[in-house]
């Protein structure tokens, strides 16, 4: 029903593209697939004999000891696992066996700082010693196998380091975006009851040099139980409060950490992480991802989807604070022993030209970025990229949100000169990894289709009512029908909650959240969330938590918050607000409502407009009908659909005349 109301607006926008790219000859013979013919036979294989094919991609990965079944699962259960009694270690993988294999001095990690004048390259070997010493760090601290681990940094080589120091002690790392405020931090750290959390003096993005990283750590530790000891990277040297007995700078303890650190020896389902994303409460879920599956998942996507070979420059402008960052700057490149980019900065510092200045000077070769930051780059005009050399490129990806034609039309012809394929990944933190995407020198691409599943991905498009959507040119819900190695395991202490929010709503099924086209190609195109969740900047935000924030405010008596487009950031917030009786309505309190948002959550997060109104459109079991918002919030009032389900339709007048 609510997907069949929303399929005329999801229509309205989705406009289909008519213009094709035919993979280029070039990349075509030097890839590894390299036809579609190859690929339709992989991907039959892969379907057909899920688990024969799964243990041959496993061993792109050095395992300890191997497995006995590939997999055990029941979607009705939410119970899943793969590899289950194999062991490994994900940092031994990423690191250990290239020193082992000979490659210890080739580039591991490129960091380009802020400012182009400071970079760092550490080689195999090199992080091979720091990780090492970092992981004995943590143990110093009285880190053990499954305790968590949290990690509130900027984009600075210390972060990756971390990470690879968990995995490689068993802790389970739990990394919460830089920019997240310290009440966002405080409920993150104590969902997984934190042991040590990891940050920095001071962070440097942009024109912001100062950026309170342990400041905000420590309004955070005030409400903090679980955490014993704070790990502080010095960047900035700013002058920064260390409370004694509890915080620890990082470069003292490595200078006292012992050398040598054996690899924890980690069963395929120990967990490896947690990464918080929004969910429709306004409590973030705790995705749990594990080992074995994740690290063979994400190694083997990035090996096909980037054709990555070595020695090539592989950049990917995410921030390790979401999945991007951990599946595609460092579990899976690292683990195929890439030259892996990191950047601290942002794309418009000191100017437009920023991302093309790095590809010039690293002469990178694959480049993966946001939909979001295209748009942005895009709106500077053409002469920031012409300034640079970028002939360096070969393959071109997007992530994150639905690349609409201009954008991608722009990327292909004025960054990649037409030369350059490009990858529109599908995926989520909850998947691990990469689902639906072409591949390089296989796929005839579609400006905004992510266009066919990876090999062993079996997507099904179905209505609301759960029937199966046969053959091609049908609209549905994207669910998934069987598991993949890095499927999520578990929100975090509540697996209820993960069946309730992936395998209730279409039983048997993995729910995406997401809606979808099968066209008559059979590509996919994905139209965007169909559930409570707004995607901003590629920033996944839940309504229900942005709501709950607002309704902070003292004079605040109902909330609801909807997404709609935003030239740049894709979608933007909207906030429809009633106040409580006899309560003004000022400027004030607008500005005070976006200030309190900013601070529970981030600057993200903040409701771009905000109306006040006398009601909200409800049904009479008093539900709020978002769709009905959404729509006014779009400005697609001519399409609102039927509203006599309302308790109240003359509110909708109301709204639609004071529409913002
Ligand atoms: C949601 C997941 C996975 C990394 C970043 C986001 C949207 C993601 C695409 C794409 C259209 C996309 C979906 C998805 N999305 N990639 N190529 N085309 N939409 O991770 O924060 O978990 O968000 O991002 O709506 O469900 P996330």
Excluded at 4 to 17: C, D, N, P, T
Excluded at 591 to 613: C, L, W
Aim: charged share 25%; proline share 5%; aromatic share 10%.
């Amino acid at each position: 029903m609510f997907f069949m109301l929303r399929k005329a607006f999801v229509r309205h926008y989705l406009i289909k593209s008519m213009k094709s790219f035919k993979p280029n000859e070039k990349i075509k013979d030097n890839a590894y697939i390299g036809s579609i013919e190859k690929y339709n036979e992989i991907y039959d294989y892969s379907i057909k004999n899920p688990e024969g094919f799964w243990a041959e991609q496993a061993e792109r990965i050095s395992w300890f000891k191997k497995w006995g079944k590939v997999w055990n699962w029941d979607f009705n259960k939410a119970e899943i696992s793969w590899f289950e009694g194999a062991k490994l270690n994900a940092c031994y993988n990423c690191v250990d066996r290239h020193v082992e294999n000979g490659f210890g001095n080739e580039t591991a990690l490129i960091w380009e700082g802020n400012n182009s004048s400071e970079n760092r390259k550490l080689t195999y070997d090199d992080l091979l010693r720091e990780v090492q010493l970092a992981a004995n760090s943590l143990k110093d601290l009285g880190v053990a196998k499954g305790d968590r681990v949290c990690i509130y940094m900027q984009m600075i080589p210390e972060l990756t380091i971390a990470l690879l120091a968990c995995a490689r002690i068993g802790a389970v790392h739990s990394v919460v975006f830089g920019a997240f405020s310290p009440d966002s931090l405080e409920s993150r750290i104590n969902d997984s009851e934190c042991k040590v959390l990891v940050t920095q003096d001071a962070g440097v993005r942009g024109t912001k040099t100062d950026i309170p990283m342990k400041k905000n750590a420590d309004e955070t530790l005030k409400n903090t139980p679980s955490i014993e000891k704070v790990l502080v990277v010095r960047r900035t040297g700013s002058p920064t409060e260390m409370i004694r007995g509890r915080d620890v700078w990082w470069h003292e303890a490595m200078e006292s950490a012992d050398s040598l650190c054996e690899p924890e020896i980690m069963d395929a389902e120990d967990p490896l992480f947690i990464l918080y994303t929004s969910g429709s409460t306004g409590k973030p879920k705790g995705v749990m991802h594990t080992t074995g599956g994740y690290m063979v998942y994400t190694s083997t996507t990035h090996h096909y989807i980037f054709d990555y070979k070595p020695g090539e420059i592989y950049w990917c402008t995410a921030d390790i604070g979401w999945i991007t960052g951990h599946s595609y700057i460092v579990y899976g490149p690292m683990a195929n022993r890439a030259v892996t980019m990191m950047f601290e900065g942002v794309p418009n510092y000191p100017d437009y030209g920023r991302f093309w200045e790095i590809i010039e000077k690293h002469k990178v070769n694959i480049f993966y970025t946001a939909p979001t930051a295209l748009r942005a780059l895009m709106k500077e005009g053409d002469n920031w990229p012409k300034k640079y050399n970028l002939e360096s490129l070969r393959l071109l990806g997007t992530v994150g949100e639905p690349i609409k034609e201009p954008e991608w039309m722009w990327y292909h012809s004025v960054i990649g000169n037409e030369r350059c394929p490009i990858v529109d990944t599908w995926w989520q933190t909850e998947t691990g990894g990469i689902m639906i995407t072409p591949l390089p020198g296989v796929t005839e691409t579609e400006p905004g289709s992510a266009t066919r599943p990876f090999f062993g991905i079996l997507p099904q498009l179905v209505d609301d009512e759960g029937n199966v959507l046969e053959g091609n040119n049908v609209e549905g819900n994207l669910v998934m029908e069987r598991p993949w190695p890095s499927i999520m395991r578990t929100v975090y202490g509540d697996h209820q909650r993960f069946f309730d929010t992936y395998f209730s709503r279409f039983p048997g099924k993995y729910f995406s959240g997401d809606g979808c086209k099968r066209d008559e190609k059979g590509y996919y195109w994905i139209t965007g969330r169909v559930d409570d969740v707004i995607i901003v900047s590629g920033h996944n935000l839940g309504t229900a938590e942005i709501e709950g924030s607002i309704g902070r405010h003292p004079d605040v008596a109902e909330a609801a918050v909807v997404g709609y487009p935003h030239e740049i950031k894709g979608n933007s917030i909207y906030a429809f607000v009633t106040l409580r009786t006899g309560r003004k309505i000022t400027e004030k309190t607008k500005s005070e409502i976006a200030k309190i948002v900013r601070a529970d959550i981030g600057p993200h997060a903040t409701p771009e407009k905000i109306q006040f109104t006398e009601g909200l459109p409800k049904t009479r079991s008093g539900k709020i009908m978002r769709r009905i918002l959404r729509n006014i919030a779009s400005d697609n009032v001519d399409n609102l659909g039927d509203i006599s389900t309302l308790a109240d339709p003359s509110v909708v007048e109301s709204l639609v005349s004071e529409r913002i």
